[in-house]
């Protein structure tokens, strides 16, 4: 069974920089899925923001592409995104996500485990 175990949530200034990493362990060979980062804001629904493939090929959610970087590291099993110039409307619960099937890489009903998610606060 797959666990996912997000850190690095906190409070920062807009502008500022935070960087998440999100710990995978569990029966399954991580290099060979893709992962993602999603993340909900209070009163909506889940957010895409960055997916990564097993070839590191990556993919952004229009609202963060150039500031957000995703990266994974296989021998660590780890996911990071770096998140720099960050604004008011960046606040939100953070989730890693494991891929599963399907081929919409920004709908949430195509991953299938998924962390407890880091609570990042961006005050203005």
């Known amino acids: 069974q797959a666990q996912l175990a997000e850190s690095g949530g906190g409070l920062v200034q807009a502008g500022g920089s935070l960087s998440l990493s999100c710990a995978a362990s569990?029966?399954?060979?991580?290099?060979?899925?893709?992962m993602a980062w999603f993340r909900q804001a209070p009163g909506k629904e889940r957010e895409f923001v960055a997916r990564i493939g097993y070839s590191v090929a990556a993919i952004y959610g229009d609202s963060v592409n150039g500031r957000f970087t995703i990266s994974r590291d296989n021998a660590k099993n780890m996911v990071y995104l770096q998140m720099n110039s960050l604004k008011p409307e960046d606040t939100a619960v953070y989730y890693c996500?494991?891929?599963?099937?399907?081929?919409?890489?920004?709908?949430?009903?195509?991953?299938?485990?998924w962390g407890q998610g880091t609570q990042d606060i961006v005050s203005s």
């Open positions: 569990g029966t399954f060979t991580f290099s060979t899925y893709a």
């Open positions: 996500a494991r891929s599963g099937s399907g081929s919409y890489y920004y709908d949430a009903d195509n991953y299938n485990c």
